[in-house]
């Protein structure tokens, strides 16, 4: 059974920095397509990062300098390490796995969330 559970979200001020975790189990991250999510209430989930499995990173432009996306294939955990937060990305993080496919991730299995407020 695969499982992924994310860690790290919290409340922060303007200016401030968090870092999340995705602990996966049941499946091996590396060799696979990896990424973080964000959603707000009435709003479309919007992909904030990505790591392919040769390494390779890609950010939605919102977040490009001041978040970084990482894995420890030994720990089988993916980060996201998020510097300069604004109160909008205010969001439920969601983290995500699954296979390369057709020039794209495709998204199969999901945590449950954690949290991020930032205030102004």
């Known amino acids: 059974q695969v499982r992924l559970v994310e860690s790290g979200g919290g409340s922060v001020q303007s200016g401030g920095s968090l870092r999340l975790s995705c602990a996966a189990s049941g499946y091996t991250i590396n060799n696979s397509c990896m990424g973080w999510f964000r959603q707000t209430p009435g709003k479309e989930r919007e992909r904030v990062a990505t790591?392919?499995?040769?390494?390779?990173?890609n950010y939605a432009d919102s977040v490009k300098g001041r978040f970084t996306i990482s894995q420890d294939n030994a720990a089988n955990t993916l980060y996201l390490q998020m510097n300069s937060l604004k109160p909008e990305d205010t969001a439920m993080f969601y983290c995500?796995?699954?296979?390369?496919?057709?020039?794209?991730?495709?998204?199969?299995?999901w945590g449950q969330g954690t949290q991020v407020t930032v205030s102004s």
């Open positions: 995500a796995a699954g296979p390369y496919y057709f020039a794209d991730c495709v998204f199969r299995y």
């Open positions: 790591i392919y499995s040769d390494g390779s990173t």
